[in-house]
T-cell receptor, first 117, second 108 residues
């Protein structure tokens, strides 16, 4: 597509429930990133996918968070047993892969606003 | 990890004024990007600029990598320029560390 598409745009869930957030990157962008934006923490890196390489999950805050990317395209971020501190805007970005030590600008989606009540 | 400091934290301008936003970082970087987050929350990439100078219309950016800072210039500001401007940097990998941003308000 023309841009990075995220769904749902808003999600309200009860504490303890599982949620799935979806990201559809720009066609041809093999690099995909998840970030989280919250009032107290600003923008935080969560996870990075590049092609068929093993993802970098070093930013995931707990083992309740997981992500996968199917067919090198669509990615799903899953949060199990949601807690109130998980409330935030979850942002997905994609970019061209770039050479080592050379990068391309990110294109961000509109985000999913998650509220845990 | 790399520390990113942006200044000023808040800026109020009258339409037509010019402004300079600054980003200081604590280590050498291979990746530096400027973003604008509009009042609806959409993050727009303005520049990928790990070094040198780029211009795009009324916006320009300069990064002096050896001195560990980057500047974003906004000329003839418009109300649509309002929002938060983020500087984000990365070192030897692809992860970006974001600054806390500069909140710009342009009044008509």
């Amino acid at each position: 597509g023309a841009g990075v598409s995220q769904s749902p745009s808003n999600k309200v869930t009860e504490k303890g429930k599982d949620v799935e957030l979806r990201c559809d990157p720009i066609s041809g962008h093999t690099a995909l990133y998840w970030y989280r934006q919250s009032l107290g923490q600003g923008l935080e890196f969560l996870i990075y996918f590049q092609g068929n390489s093993a993802p970098d999950k070093s930013g995931l805050p707990s083992d309740r968070f997981s992500a996968e990317r199917t067919g090198g395209s669509v990615s799903t971020l899953t949060i199990q047993r949601t807690q109130q501190e998980d409330s935030a805007v979850y942002l997905c970005a994609s970019s061209l892969p770039g050479a080592p030590k050379s990068y391309y600008g990110y294109t961000f989606g509109s985000g999913t606003r998650l509220t845990v009540v | 990890g790399i520390q990113v400091e942006q200044s000023p934290p808040d800026l109020i301008l009258q339409e037509g004024a010019n402004s300079t936003l600054r980003c200081n970082f604590s280590d050498s970087v291979n990746n530096l990007q400027w973003f604008h987050q509009n009042p609806w929350g959409q993050l727009i990439n303005l520049f990928y600029i790990p070094s040198g100078t780029k211009q795009n219309g009324r916006l320009s950016a300069t990064t002096v990598a050896t001195e560990r800072y980057s500047l974003l210039y906004i000329s003839s500001s418009q109300t649509t320029d309002s929002g938060v401007y983020f500087c984000a940097v990365g070192g030897s990998n692809y992860k970006l560390t974001f600054g806390k941003g500069t909140l710009l308000t342009v009044n008509p």
